[in-house]
């Protein structure tokens, strides 16, 4: 027996009929496995997201932007926020989208008030049309010791 079935635990939903249709045809146009994994999924999601409120502690995840960048002063400011932020953004993709548009996702650590506040200053940026911040308990381990030291594996 799989060492995670030792921690289950079944759960009985009702759902109105044209809700579980369309939850059965999402999970075979996107080829998951089942519903029991399909719903832990979405209810790990929609914790985490109210955890996202709730916590004050250490967190991970990313923050994904959309934005116009007509000219440099948009990518300028975005630039000069993350800098405010050096310790919690871990690293930046950046792609160019059609219509003058841009898409940004930057991975990020560090206490939930602080991500929240970055996610605030982006957001007040001019230009900046979406903003979402996804977020996990789960922290990325330390990439390097203090002193240079690699960290041990």
């Keep these: 027996m ?3 079935t ?3 635990a079944r759960l009985s939903v ?3 009929t044209d809700l579980l249709t369309a939850l059965d045809a999402m999970i075979v146009a996107r080829g998951l ?9 979405l209810i790990r999601h929609e914790l985490a997201e109210h955890g996202e409120t709730q916590i004050e502690g250490v967190i991970a995840g990313t923050i ?4 116009r960048a007509e000219s440099g002063r ?8 993350q800098l405010t932020y ?28 602080r991500l929240r506040r970055l996610c605030d200053d982006l957001r007040k940026i ?14 990325l381990p330390p990439l390097h010791a203090h002193g240079g030291v690699a960290a041990a594996a």
């Excluded at 948009?74 to 926020?81: D, F, G």
């Excluded at 001019?126 to 922290?139: D, F, N, S």
């Design 14 to 16: 009702s759902l109105p």
């Design 126 to 139: 001019r230009g900046v049309q979406q903003i979402k911040l996804v977020t996990t308990t789960a922290l």
């Design 86 to 113: 050096l310790k919690e953004v871990i690293s930046s993709q950046h792609v160019f989208l059609e219509d003058d548009q841009s898409l940004e996702v930057l991975l990020v650590q560090g206490p939930a008030g």
């Design 33 to 41: 496995p089942n519903r029991s994994q399909t719903l832990s999924e």
């Design 64 to 67: 994904t932007l959309i934005y």
């Design 74 to 81: 948009v990518r300028h400011a975005l630039a000069q926020t």
């Design 6 to 8: 030792h921690h289950l």
């Design 2 to 4: 799989d060492q995670d």
